[in-house]
């Protein structure tokens, strides 16, 4: 088995991983799409994302009608300026962005748990029912 180098994996450019939060910018938006920039929860593998520019996900946001919300899984609170708020992944809108041209980045380190990425693959799945 080959392993990296923490020296030579900063070495090489940022790419989004799996059930990390990236910053995007969601405009253009049409009708009841998110807006400007939101954290997005990365669904698509790091390898996809580098070798496309894309990246497949779910927005974010700390809108507190989404506790009711059956298509929100709250997965912590949001820090900064929204600091103690819930933080909720809406599951009833995946998207893909060229992550690249959007001027995507990480979020501070911030990765979402096993538990809740888990959540939200299942309530995803209950949505789009792919097998």
């Known amino acids: 088995m080959v392993t990296r180098s923490r020296a030579a ?6 790419v989004p991983e799996r059930q990390q939060v ?3 910018d969601c405009n ?3 009708g009841r799409e998110m807006r400007d920039v939101h954290p997005f929860l990365v669904l698509s593998p790091r390898a996809f994302n580098d070798r496309t520019s894309l ?3 779910l927005p974010m946001t700390t809108a507190p009608y989404n506790a ?3 298509f929100a899984v709250q ?3 949001a820090s900064g300026r929204k600091a103690g708020a819930g933080s909720f992944v809406l599951c009833h ?3 893909s962005f060229d992550w ?3 001027g995507g980045k990480p979020h501070g380190g911030m990765q979402v748990s096993d538990d809740a990425f888990a959540q939200v693959l299942l309530v995803l799945g209950q949505i789009i029912q792919l097998g």
């Open 9 to 14: 994996a900063a070495a090489l450019p940022w």
């Open 22 to 24: 990236i910053w995007i």
């Open 28 to 30: 253009p938006q049409a």
């Open 55 to 57: 990246v497949i996900g």
């Open 68 to 70: 009711g919300n059956p």
């Open 75 to 77: 997965v912590g609170s």
């Open 93 to 95: 809108q995946p998207k």
């Open 100 to 102: 690249r041209m959007r």
